[in-house]
């Protein structure tokens, strides 16, 4: 028996690549889609009632992480979720209708905020609130709440955190694994 939600809301029922890992505890609803050999880590809530959230092929998204966005009213425009490919989103973190392009990582526990951007390669340190509309650059490390540019990364920091990022493909492997080992008990 499975504690993890996919269901549908407004119609729309998540899409989950049959290569992807969901592990036990997730909730996952509405117009989500995940990525060839994504990996969505136990007890985290990927909410898309409001707008659509995309999460690109390789991406982990890490234990207990909140995603949701923002969907279109007379105050705001529509603010999906897009994460793409190849990026990690740390444990406890909570994303809001903001993007991360290819190779992006949000460090442990950080808040992204509606309309912020991190670029490929960039990253925000864990801890740091990254506030409606600020973009971090491909390349740069930001931290603080609410962040602010720190430092470039080196080129060993960001080969660094794909290593992590290829960690975690062959870690959702052993997972599934294991999950399957327990169904079969």
């Known amino acids: 028996m499975s504690d993890t939600t996919i269901s549908a809301v407004k119609g729309i029922a998540p899409r ?3 290569t992807a890992f969901v592990a036990p505890g997730c909730r996952i609803i509405g117009d989500v889609s995940l990525g060839e050999n994504a990996s969505v880590w136990y007890n985290c809530v990927i909410r898309g009632d409001m707008s659509h959230i995309r ?19 007379s105050n705001h425009p529509i603010y999906p979720t897009l994460i793409g490919e190849d990026c990690m989103v740390g444990h406890m973190s909570m994303l809001h209708g903001c993007t991360l392009e290819d190779r992006a990582v949000a460090g442990m526990g950080t808040i992204i905020f509606n309309g912020a951007t991190i670029e490929s390669d960039g990253m925000l340190a864990a801890g740091a609130m990254l506030t409606s509309g600020k ?18 990364l080196t080129a060993k920091e960001i080969a660094s955190n794909q290593e992590a990022t ?3 493909i062959e870690n959702c ?7 399957s080992a327990v169904r079969a008990v």
């Open 173 to 179: 492997r052993r997972h599934a694994d294991a999950k």
């Open 55 to 73: 999460i690109g092929a390789r991406t982990n998204v890490q234990d207990s992480c909140m995603i949701h966005c923002d969907d279109a009213n």
């Open 135 to 152: 973009v971090i650059r491909s390349g740069e490390l930001w931290s603080g709440r609410p962040a602010k540019f720190l430092r470039n």
């Open 16 to 18: 989950i690549a049959p």
């Open 166 to 168: 290829a960690f975690y």
